[in-house]
Antibody, heavy 123, light 108 residues
Framework: EVQLVESGGGLVQPGGSLRLSCEVS????????MNWVRQAPGKGPEWVSY????????YYAASVKGRFTISRDNAKNSLFLQMNSLRGDDTAVYYC????????????????WGQGTLVTVSS | DIQMTQSPSSLSASIGDRVTISCRAS??????LNWYQQKPGKPPKILIY???TLQSGVPSRFSGSGSGTDFTLTISSLQAEDFATYYC??????????FGGGTKVEIK
């Protein structure tokens, strides 16, 4: 059974830092591209960051670029998101998401999601 | 980035109703369009990918159609468990896989 379990969320003051972790099981982690997607209260999902299978390809949303850093440890089946200089609009549930492999006849999609970890940025 | 626009943003319907939700892309995305269902307190769940391919385990009352810029999600006969928020998402240009704004389906 595929499982993704996020941890590391919590309450942090503006300007502070948090490190989110996602431990996965039930599949060969190194074979899949991974993402962080967040969802602010009452809003739709917002993609945050992407990392390729080996960790060499990395992308960020404009809203977090320069503040957040995604990484992975394939030996430990873990995905990370280091979040610095946090702002109020970073308040959201953060999901670890496994992306389906892109195929020319079907594209890609977010196949498996964790249950999320809540990050609250407030003084 | 490709922008995705859904309509309506919300709708009220009764059990047994046929429901349609629209999604429009800001440029052609071929058939690279996904649909998700999200219930309160849960992550989104993939329903349909490649515009019309039903994910394994999803009831056949859900269907998707369209190509290019205009897409539709149809629920042929709304059931109690279908009251949720639905999102479209493009995978033509990635990353990111861009979401639409969502359509909340409520009980009439």
């Amino acid at each position: 059974e595929v499982q993704l379990v996020e941890s590391g969320g919590g309450l942090v003051q503006p300007g502070g830092s948090l490190r989110l972790s996602c431990e996965v099981s039930g599949f060969t982690f190194s074979n899949y591209e991974m993402n962080w997607v967040r969802q602010a209260p009452g809003k739709g999902p917002e993609w945050v960051s992407y990392i390729g299978r080996s960790g060499s390809n990395i992308y960020y949303a404009a809203s977090v670029k320069g503040r957040f850093t995604i990484s992975r440890d394939n030996a430990k089946n873990s995905l990370f998101l280091q979040m610095n200089s946090l702002r109020g609009d970073d308040t959201a549930v953060y999901y670890c998401v496994r992306e389906a492999a892109w195929r020319p006849d079907s594209g890609s999609y977010y196949h498996y999601w964790g249950q999320g970890t809540l990050v609250t940025v407030s003084s | 980035d490709i922008q995705m626009t859904q309509s309506p943003s919300s709708l009220s319907a009764s059990i047994g109703d046929r429901v349609t939700i629209s999604c429009r892309a800001s440029q052609s995305i071929s058939n690279y369009l996904n649909w998700y269902q999200q219930k309160p307190g849960k992550p989104p769940k993939i329903l349909i990918y490649a515009a019309s391919t039903l994910q394994s385990g999803v009831p056949s009352r859900f269907s998707g159609s369209g190509s290019g810029t205009d897409f539709t999600l149809t629920i042929s006969s709304l059931q109690a468990e279908d009251f949720a928020t639905y999102y479209c998402q493009q995978s033509s240009s990635s990353p990111p896989l861009t979401f639409g704004g969502g359509t909340k389906v409520e009980i009439k």
